[in-house]
């Protein structure tokens, strides 16, 4: 746990109660903040008071500071904007995430940085292993796994690893990181920034947050990245479609520096398929910013043990391999998985995403056969008629199942669901530790 002491003796209010709000509650209570939690949530709120949490509806007279957890909506969209968040700014009460209270709290650290739409659990993952192997003291959380006050304490030495997303990016200030990459930018969460352009300058805030002296780091795969690449002179460009003759790429999986040949990709089976060698050719270049020898990098990258829930072999039943690609919540994540595999038995469905899997038609021919799951069941229905064999199967028991009994050896059963969990699992998580429990009773 990290203490934020600087809080001590201040009236704090702290909206939602998940796993970072709960964790910065508790955060702020060893700290010496006088503490009042909320969630619209009932059963959130049960278990917070159940671990000792004071919750409370919130009455902002006296308050010092509004810890925000980034899932509530607070300015967009307007008719689903939460109003304490208005009636905060109206009194001139700093609304902030927990991201901002770690940069205060740790400023003498050296934080890393990763944003993007896809791709960014397994590149701060990866880059806390390869910090890790190069012998650093290292720490990853933020929108990945561990809430920014639940990391360890590091000493002043110790590096923190920040995975952030749009949502944490509005609502920091005072973070300064001494890299940072942008990967990627395809259309997600689009009501929650007000459109396109909202969320295009939400992830461009990273490069605000660049410390003097620091390194950013931009993708320029995609037309929004590269033209913000054009207004960043100074920022290290990367690519997995083109080879780069300043910069960090990898076309054709062979990792280059400014054309120079580093580390052959192929052979690193826990980063198959081109969007992993982009998250590889980040990497790099923000362990570089951070001192470590090309060689060190490389041998690093491949003792890899991979990312849960992305692209997780499970199991090879009877010649039949079993992937857990959970994470893959909307169709320009599960395009990086389909591409990486032949006959493929999909299993997708839950809440559709925007756009749904229309962008998947190219990939069709690769599904031998696919098995719907939850709320976005009838609409992918349509987009797969006449075009991939399908099965409705409702829960994800059903389509493990039929999946089984249809998969021949050589066939992969794929769940890579193209939609958020929340209509039948508590996250992307859960179901895919479901889904892993599911095939481990194949055996």
């Known amino acids: 746990m990290i203490l934020v002491p600087f809080l001590s003796g201040k009236n704090v209010v702290v909206m939602g109660l998940g796993k970072s709000g709960t964790a910065t509650a508790r955060a702020l209570m060893a700290s010496g903040a006088q503490v009042t939690a909320w969630d619209d949530n009932e059963a959130s709120r049960t278990a917070a008071a159940d671990a000792g949490v004071p919750v409370a509806a919130p009455d902002l007279t006296g308050v010092d500071l509004v810890v925000w957890s980034p899932g509530i909506p607070h300015t967009h969209p307007v008719e689903k904007a939460h109003p304490l968040a208005a009636k905060a700014r109206a009194a001139n009460i700093p609304v902030v995430c927990d991201v901002e209270l770690l940069a205060l709290a740790k400023p003498s650290n050296r934080m890393l940085a990763v944003t993007g739409t896809n791709g960014k659990s397994t590149t701060t993952t990866l880059l806390a292993h390869v910090l890790a192997e190069a012998g650093r003291d290292v720490a990853a959380g933020g929108n990945l796994g561990t809430a920014a006050l639940d990391m360890p304490d590091l000493s002043v030495e110790g590096r923190y690893v920040l995975e952030l997303s749009s949502y944490q990016l509005e609502l920091v200030n005072s973070l300064r990181v001494q890299a940072g990459v942008l990967l990627n930018i395809t259309p997600d969460h689009l009501g929650r920034h007000g459109g396109m352009d909202g969320y295009v300058n939400a992830k461009r805030r990273l490069f605000d947050l660049i410390a003097a002296g620091g390194t950013a780091v931009i993708g320029v795969d995609d037309d929004h990245c590269a033209r913000m690449a054009d207004e960043l002179p100074e920022a290290i460009r990367i690519s997995a479609e083109q080879t780069l003759e300043r910069g960090i790429s990898a076309a054709d999986g062979i990792l280059r520096m400014d054309g120079v040949d580093v580390v052959d990709l192929r052979p ?16 790099f270049a923000l362990a570089r910013a951070d001192g470590i020898a090309p060689e060190l990098i490389a041998k690093a990258l491949a003792s890899y043990p991979g990312l849960a829930h992305r692209q997780q072999l499970v199991a090879v039943i009877d010649g039949v391999t079993y992937v857990n690609d959970s994470k893959g919540t909307n169709a320009d994540a599960v395009e990086k998985a389909l591409v990486c595999y032949g006959r493929i038995h999909w299993i997708l469905g839950g809440q559709a995403k925007e756009g749904g899997i229309e962008s998947l038609v190219p990939h069709f021919s690769r599904i031998a056969h696919a098995y719907l799951i939850g709320e976005a069941t009838d609409a992918f229905a ?44 508590k996250s992307f998580e859960h179901r895919g530790d479901v889904f892993r429990q599911l095939v481990e009773g194949l055996k």
């Open 268 to 283: 690193i089976a826990r980063l198959p398929g081109r969007h992993n060698w982009q998250n590889a050719c980040a990497v």
């Open 382 to 425: 349509k987009t797969l008629d006449g075009r991939v064999p399908y099965s409705k199967c409702g829960e994800l028991v059903t389509a493990v199942t039929s999946a089984h009994a249809m998969a021949e050896p050589g066939d992969v059963v794929l769940l890579s669901p193209a939609c958020a969990s929340w209509d039948q699992f």
